[in-house]
């Protein structure tokens, strides 16, 4: 079984290392591109369900990794 690449695989990932637009930028932009990457590559063969239950246990395990740093969690609902 293929274990799932960490976001510090793809900052060694081609796309990251040869792309000019981030070459220079700091690590953090980097890192924010290697994350995109990481979701673009996981998401990619999933279905429409199989996407959003995705991105719910990612937003899941973000609120509480900002929780455990401190951060208290406000969400804005759109005005229409």
Avoid: W
Wanted: overall charge positive; charged content about 40%; aromatic content about 8%.
């Amino acid at each position: 079984m293929m274990t799932a690449k960490t976001v510090s695989d793809y900052m060694n990932d081609s796309r990251i290392l040869n792309d000019r637009a981030v070459i220079d930028a700091p690590q953090c932009i980097r890192k924010i591109h290697a994350i995109r990457l990481k979701i673009q590559d996981e998401t990619k063969i999933m279905s429409h369900e199989e996407r959003n239950e995705y991105y719910r246990k990612s937003k899941e395990r973000a609120d509480a990794e900002f929780e455990r740093l401190g951060f208290k969690i406000q969400y804005v609902k759109p005005e229409n």
